[in-house]
């Protein structure tokens, strides 16, 4: 990102340089194993990515909230009164719900101008939307001088304005990683109780290439919330001689003693998937403090392989560049990365295969599916910060 071009034009759309603005970031996430996981209150391992989301702020003494981005033509003047209240179907609802967060912790808010500017490709199911509101969140604590928030706070802030405002019933796992990212570390993360370790992810000798494949999928409108709703019923059947509240919290030996209380099989496998991939994360976070690499590519496959048998959540699209990723020498593992439905894929590659990596995978989907990939090499990033 070059910092000098988003200040002039932010210099261009609000005018006058004696008031500096500040300048924050919030990087994207990439989540290496442990998919649907998070909202059934499960493990998951991600990390946070050198792509993300910047901010130019600075206060204004008029009583409104100006938005605007480089990456969307959409921009708006909101009256403080207003922030409340969405805008149809717009980008700027995930600052907005930050905002009607603050609104109801009673924290009173002043004018702002603010300049977005992202470089995580939309839609792509690398977290746009929690980058934009961790990086409102936290900049927002620092220049109203909310002190008593802490880091977790704007987390559980960032997920609420997610499910409430905009609607989505996702879990804590994308703004936790945003928060609590560390360069070189993935987050191994209880989403039950909030529990985490940061595990070191040195990937000497191996590249981690994310693959978009240009397939756009908008996640409200999506089957996200009917997986969730899903794995409710799975659990109101398993629930009945359990005390446990969330598919999280059942091991998969039980689960292999108790799957037959689940009278649908097509519930079972939602089920099935949750509790197994549950158990990936487990393996993978050893696989990692042995530093047993070769492992960790395996479970990644594994882990595709039950997101497209039983959570039915990958598509054409994403099997097409798992599948063409997986045959070449040289690739540990690849499975696909998000909520699905689209999206992108993570791969695990041996540093000199990269090349051929994106030749040969990038040729294959174009040829089967019609459309150009787009990949990015992957760095293991820091999480959200203030950039001086």
């Known amino acids: 990102?070059?910092?000098?071009?988003?200040?002039?034009?932010?210099?261009?759309?609000?005018?006058?340089?004696?008031?500096?603005?500040?300048?924050?970031?919030?990087?994207?996430?990439?989540n290496m194993i442990g998919e649907h996981t998070d909202y059934n209150g499960g493990f998951v391992l991600p990390c946070a990515l050198q792509y993300g989301t910047y901010l130019l702020i600075r206060s204004l003494a008029e009583p409104v909230v100006k938005l605007a981005s480089t990456n969307m033509e959409f921009s708006a003047e909101i009256p403080l009164t207003g922030l409340n209240q969405k805008v149809n179907s717009q980008w700027v609802n995930y600052p907005l719900g930050i905002f009607d967060q603050f609104r109801q912790l009673n924290i009173p808010v002043n004018g702002f101008e603010m300049l977005y500017s992202g470089d995580i490709p939309n839609s792509a199911g690398l977290s746009s939307s929690a980058s934009i509101e961790m990086v409102t969140a936290y900049a927002l604590t620092v220049l109203l001088n909310a002190r008593?928030?802490?880091?977790?706070?704007?987390?559980?802030?960032?997920?609420?304005?997610?499910?409430?405002?905009?609607?989505?019933?996702?879990?804590?796992?994308?703004?936790?990683?945003?928060?609590?990212?560390?360069?070189?570390h993935a987050i191994f993360l209880n989403c039950l109780t909030l529990e985490y370790k940061r595990v070191s992810f040195l990937l000497d000798g191996f590249r981690l290439i994310i693959g978009n494949t240009n397939k756009k999928r908008g996640l409200a409108d999506s089957k996200y919330n009917e997986r969730v709703a899903e794995c409710q019923l799975a659990m109101t059947y398993l629930g009945r001689d359990t005390d446990v509240s969330k598919l999280g919290e059942i091991s998969f030996m039980q689960f292999y003693k108790m799957q037959e209380q689940i009278p649908d099989e097509l519930i079972r496998k939602r089920a099935r998937h949750v509790i197994s991939e549950n158990q990936r994360v487990l393996n993978a976070v050893s696989s990692l403090l042995k530093g047993d690499i070769l492992q960790f590519g395996a479970l990644m496959n594994a882990s595709h392989e039950s997101l497209r048998d039983n959570y039915e959540v990958t598509g054409i699209e994403l099997d097409t560049m798992v599948g063409a990723a997986q045959k070449i020498n040289g690739v540990l593992g690849s499975r696909m990365t998000g909520a699905g439905f689209g999206g992108c894929t993570v791969s695990l590659v041996r540093e000199n295969t990269v090349d051929r990596f994106i030749d040969e995978v990038g040729r294959e989907y174009q040829e089967k599916i019609g459309i150009e990939p787009t990949f990015y090499l992957a760095e293991v990033s820091d999480g959200v910060k203030e950039i001086k």
């Not at 988003?6 to 970031?25: A, D, V």
């Not at 987390?155 to 990212?181: H, P, T």
């Open 148 to 184: 008593q928030l802490e880091m977790i706070d704007l987390v559980k802030m960032s997920q609420r304005a997610e499910n409430e405002f905009i609607g989505l019933n996702c879990g804590i796992m994308d703004m936790f990683a945003i928060g609590m990212g560390k360069k070189d």
């Open 1 to 30: 990102m070059n910092l000098a071009e988003l200040f002039k034009k932010f210099f261009l759309l609000y005018g006058t340089h004696e008031n500096q603005p500040r300048c924050f970031f919030a990087p994207g996430r990439v």
